[in-house]
């Protein structure tokens, strides 16, 4: 009797293995993955006059350095 639970649980356990387990470490290092795939990062510069840093799609640059604002690139 009790050799019968125990294949029962195996059973039981191999088949929350194979079909729940699988899905959820898969979908966790895919998340990983897209997350540096992801192209919503953006790489940050630090504006040559007054510190602040922007990302590179925002800055302003003038003769190869990065400013934050129009305004500290005309100072």
Do not use: H, Q, R
Request: glycine share 6%.
């Amino acid at each position: 009797m009790i050799l019968k639970w125990l294949i029962f649980g195996a059973i039981v356990y191999a088949v929350y293995v194979l079909f729940f387990k699988s899905k959820n470490i898969s979908s966790k290092s895919s998340n990983k993955s897209s997350k540096k795939d992801d192209g919503d990062s953006e790489e940050m510069v630090e504006c040559c006059e007054c510190g602040t840093f922007v990302a590179t799609k925002e800055a302003f640059i003038k003769n190869g350095k990065f400013y934050c604002s129009k305004e500290c690139m005309n100072k």
